[in-house]
């Protein structure tokens, strides 16, 4: 068996300082260097160990990876002579705040769709800053680099995320009994709260209790309403750029919500709330027992 091709694809910043013994324009190595060694003292200072040699090698690293995801970003599918250039006219400070700047805007997007209050910590959110730079810019010059595809895939990951919260937030502030301001946030279950009560045909319902759900089960088997038709009335009720994960999460509980499967069946209350709070957790109220 032949072994795997793998394609040399070494750090962006790396790739260009390879085109510099070539490079006619004077001192632009010199210039470079300065440049390069003070980006790393300072990232040394801040996000590793100054006074480490393994700490100076990290602080190197994400030097490295954070011009690179810059230079990535900034020019796209241009060529290393293009990163070169880039370099040399507007400078590797320039770059690394450019690739530093992504990662910051990065980590201030959610990370998943169980939002608490120490999010927007301070001290959290520092820490939540410095690990994702280390996870996405450290970048050894010598070895391939990866940093842009995961920066990418990330960023994509973090906004469908974001995309959750930003609709769990406006059911809650849409809730009919008057807005749930609680800073802890289950966004996926005020999704499925709205959903599941829906198929009555009532208002938007993004926070509930035992009771109310009782109250549900008990119309829904008296009155038999039209599931499809009370989904329909809440897409009609928020705002279109919610749509796309609203209708995304009715075709999941359509087919595989088993409150919804089970509601119209003689499954006892205590089985189908057992069920709910597998749904919604958190956004659930303890009314009584």
Known sequence: MLPAIVAENLPRLVRAIKLLAHDPRPDAAAS???????????????????????????????????????????????????????????????????????????????????????????VYVQRRLRDLFVDLCSADPNKNWNGPEKYAQQLKQRKDVQAIVRLAGWLRRHNDRGPVSDADLNAEGVIALAVIFAIEGGGIVARTGQKEFERLVRSVRKNKPDFEAGWAALLAKVPVQHHEVLRDRIDAYRTHCTVIQQILTRTSMKKLFEQLENYAGSELDADYA
């Not at 770059?95 to 910590?121: C, H, I, K, N, T």
């Open 32 to 122: 470079l260097a300065d440049e390069l060694t003070g980006i790393t003292a300072m990232v040394a200072e801040k996000f590793t160990n100054e006074r480490t040699a393994e700490g100076i090698q990290k602080a190197l690293y994400l030097t490295v990876g954070g011009v690179s995801l810059g230079l990535e970003h900034a020019l796209m599918h241009d060529g290393d002579q293009a990163a070169l250039d880039f370099l040399v006219e507007h400078g590797a400070e320039h770059a690394f705040q450019a690739g530093f700047r992504l990662v910051r805007e990065l980590s201030q997007l959610p990370e998943d769709a169980l939002v608490g209050e120490y999010d927007l910590d301070p």
